[in-house]
T-cell receptor
Framework: GESVGLHLPTLSVQEGDNSIINCAYS??????FIWYKQESGKGPQFIID?????DKRQGQRVTVLLNKTVKHLSLQIAATQPGDSAVYFC?????????????FGQGTELSVKP | EAGVAQSPRYKIIEKRQSVAFWCNPI?????LYWYQQILGQGPKLLIQ????????DSQLPKDRFSAERLKGVDSTLKIQPAKLEDSAVYLC???????????FGQGTRLTVV
């Protein structure tokens, strides 16, 4: 079936470096995408979202890029900090709303070395 | 604002036993979701409620899983009988409406032995 997947299961970066986490999606009908951060023992926490009519959106230290041509999503974290260590999931909503009925990818574990 | 509350945090049961999880959504949130997150995977939607009605339970294994939200607020998810492959974190999420941002609880970690 259609799914959202991640290219890299683990990513290790040095504190202060920039991090890039990638995601591929296969449902061309999806028009809303979210990145979540999940720390150990906690539920997913919203980081940033983007709609399909945009190709870039910036937040505080985070940027999401959407390439609809190749169905690719990425999350960039600037000046990565130890507190950024977590598993990051991309999720898509193919239901043409911005609700919580989501299809999640596998996740990438980000490890930040001090 | 209080977040989504779930209990218990952890549960260990033997296969073929029954178990129930409880969720209290954010006050005023009409939409409630249950997700299953197997270790190393992303969450997978099990069921979506709007008030006390089921919107989508197409991915709920109905032979053993059931869920209810009788008064349109709290919800319970039950597994009877449990199998080893049901070991996972069960996440509850809620949103004000179906087309607005969902907020997740901390989850209940179930281990079936």
């Amino acid at each position: 079936g259609e799914s959202v997947g991640l290219h890299l299961p683990t990513l290790s970066v040095q504190e202060g470096d920039n991090s890039i986490i990638n995601c591929a999606y296969s449902n061309s009908a999806s028009d809303y995408f979210i990145w979540y951060k999940q720390e150990s023992g906690k539920g997913p926490q919203f980081i940033i979202d983007i709609r399909s009519n945009m190709d870039k959106r910036q937040g505080q230290r985070v940027t999401v890029l959407l390439n609809k041509t190749v169905k690719h999503l990425s999350l960039q974290i600037a000046a990565t900090q130890p507190g950024d260590s977590a598993v990051y999931f991309c999720a898509e909503n193919p239901y043409r709303d911005q609700g919580g009925k989501l299809i999640f990818g596998q996740g990438t574990e980000l490890s930040v070395k001090p | 604002e209080a977040g989504v509350a779930q209990s218990p945090r952890y549960k260990i049961i033997e296969k073929r036993q029954s178990v129930a999880f409880w969720c209290n959504p954010i006050s005023g949130h009409a939409t409630l979701y249950w997700y299953q997150q197997i270790l190393g995977q992303g969450p997978k939607l099990l069921i979506q409620f709007q008030n006390n009605g089921v919107v989508d339970d197409s991915q709920l294994p109905k032979d053993r899983f059931s869920a209810e939200r009788l008064k349109g607020v709290d919800s319970t998810l039950k597994i009877q009988p449990a199998k080893l492959e049901d070991s996972a974190v069960y996440l509850c999420a809620s949103s004000f409406q179906p087309n607005t941002e969902a907020f997740f609880g901390q989850g209940t970690r179930l281990t079936v032995v």
